[in-house]
């Protein structure tokens, strides 16, 4: 149980165009999602808080109109990289909170590798 | 602030050894430590996860240990197997009214060798 699912796994676009990361939790509800970043070698950046229904919470230093956060259901948390350049090329993973029957642990998307060229 | 380090960054070992992961963390006011495994270009895997109220989870050859005083975790893989290479990331999870946050350590990379 507690499974996230994100899509799509790897996106390559162009250059000032807009893309779309969904994260799905399968089999649980999820009032609260997080969006993190990840350099090569390097650990998790935690982006963003995704609340169901309200404004996502941005941590310092992250644009809000470049990362656009949509949590409009209790399953279902996207991230819009809007006007991509090639230094938002990253991995990006989401996560939930899973329910009490998991302990509240969390649990981890298989992640989207974006290249922008 | 809370700040989370893993040491070491890297270790190589030969098939078959014991070893230990170290994650030391500065705010013991944890709700959880959890362990996860990223193999390269992949999603989060979790391990095992600590409540703050518990000393130690087991899995399998796993073994995580917690004390919290002292800021300290340590993950304990037995008789490791090349399957077992991979990046190994400890994160503690703040309380719900700091936002619930996981804070992450930078990670151990292993690579077991047969």
């Known amino acids: 149980g507690a499974v996230v699912s994100q899509h799509p796994s790897w996106v390559i676009c162009k250059s000032g165009t807009s893309v779309k990361i969904e994260c799905r939790s399968l089999?649980?509800?999820?009032?609260?999602m997080f969006w993190y970043r990840q350099f090569p070698k390097q650990s998790l950046m935690l982006m963003a808080t995704?609340?169901?229904?309200?404004?996502?919470?941005?941590e310092q230093g992250v644009e809000k109109d470049k990362f656009l956060i949509n949590h409009a259901s209790l399953t279902l948390s996207t991230l819009t990289v809007t006007s991509a350049h090639p230094e938002d090329s990253s991995f990006y993973i989401c996560?939930?909170?899973?329910?009490?029957?998991?302990?509240?642990?969390?649990?981890f998307g298989s992640g989207t590798r974006l290249t922008v060229v | 602030k809370q700040e989370v380090t893993q040491i070491p960054a890297a270790l190589s070992v030969p098939e078959g050894e014991n070893l230990v992961l170290n994650c030391s963390f500065t705010?013991?006011?944890?709700?959880?430590l959890q362990w996860f495994r990223q193999d390269p270009g992949k999603g989060l895997t979790s391990l095992l996860l600590?409540?703050?109220?518990?000393r130690e989870q087991t899995s399998g050859r796993l073994n995580a240990s917690l004390d919290k005083s002292s800021g300290r975790s340590t993950l304990y893989i037995a008789a490791s197997q090349p399957g077992d290479s991979a990046t190994y990331l400890c994160?503690?999870?703040?309380?719900?009214?700091?936002?619930?946050?996981?804070?992450f350590g930078q990670g151990t990379e292993l690579s077991v060798k047969p």
């Open positions: 996560s939930a909170r899973a329910p009490r029957t998991a302990n509240y642990g969390y649990t």
């Open positions: 600590i409540q703050s109220s518990q």
């Open positions: 705010d013991s006011a944890i709700y959880n």
């Open positions: 994160a503690v999870r703040l309380w719900n009214n700091q936002g619930g946050k996981l804070i």
């Open positions: 995704s609340n169901e229904g309200s404004k996502a919470t941005y």
């Open positions: 089999d649980f509800q999820a009032t609260t």
